[in-house]
């Protein structure tokens, strides 16, 4: 079994007030069916994500991303001495190997995954599978500097004008140690939160799902009692919409362009 790089999305779930109705939801807009015998979804036979019902109602309902490590106990020592916390200590899950949450400087929360028997993704890039991660700040020179420290990433300045974005754009993409840093090697990026958003929104992980068609997903999600957050828009790296699923969960999805490799 390949071992993953450290700091490297292998994982997301969420957990849900209502499993069935969840499973109805995501299983009709990204063509997920569900081992029943496990909390996973899967895509064409291939693990793509955990649904799991919610154990706790005072948690909020949303999705989780993971990230590799090779030892989540001394992985959770690097993020405290950097400045982060540990939102739950490491706990061992089986074949699942070793879980634990943790809260960069910002707020945002995120997994660990410690590889066991079973590996994460068995696939991702492609349509109904997980492509893209972000991390939402009120403080990216903190952020940035925690993400640099405990994972080692390549970081590199958004260009705004490449971007189709104004000056003031601040968005840093994230390649694993050791790559060149570029869109070949990026699995995700931190964005800052601005005052374009609600003056409430608190630090978070956002998680991307391949699509086909974004404005499709969305009519999709309306139907089946979620909502669009943010309506379809276009970028250099394909159309992007913000969901919440018909529980509240929040993710975006991603349609490449017609053109794209």
């Not at 292998?10 to 299983?27: I, M, N, S, T």
């Not at 978070?204 to 999709?220: K, N, P, S």
Request: aromatic fraction near 10%; charged fraction near 25%.
């Amino acid at each position: 079994m390949a071992v993953r790089i450290e700091g490297t999305p292998c994982w997301v779930d969420a957990q849900l007030p209502d499993l069935e109705a969840g499973k109805r939801f995501y299983g009709e807009l990204f063509g997920w069916t569900f081992d029943p015998e496990r909390d996973e979804a899967l895509l064409d036979g291939r693990r793509v994500a955990g649904l799991l019902p919610k154990s706790d109602g005072r948690m909020p309902t949303t999705w989780t991303l993971y990230l590799a490590t090779g030892n989540a106990g001394t992985l959770a020592t690097r993020i405290r001495a950097a400045g982060g916390q540990m939102v739950m200590e490491p706990y061992p899950v089986g074949p699942f190997g070793v879980l634990a949450l943790a809260a960069d400087p910002g707020g945002a929360v995120f997994g660990l995954r410690q590889q066991g028997d079973e590996d994460g993704f068995e696939t991702t890039n492609e349509p109904g599978a997980f492509c893209w991660m972000e991390v939402y700040t009120r403080r990216p020179e903190a952020v940035d500097t925690f993400y640099a420290t405990v994972f080692g990433y390549l970081g590199r300045q958004a260009d705004p004008e490449e971007e189709g974005r104004d000056a003031g754009f601040d968005y840093r993409v994230w390649s694993p140690p050791g790559s060149r840093p570029g869109d070949d090697s990026s699995f995700g990026g931190r964005a800052v939160i601005t005052d374009d958003f609600p003056a409430a929104m608190p630090g978070h992980v956002l998680v991307y799902f391949a699509v086909e068609d974004c404005d499709e997903a969305c009519a999709i999600t309306t139907r089946l009692g979620g909502r669009v957050a943010t309506p379809p828009f276009d970028t250099p790296h394909g159309r992007i919409a913000v969901l919440h699923d018909n529980q509240g969960a929040r993710f975006a999805v991603l349609a490449e362009p017609a053109d794209a490799s």
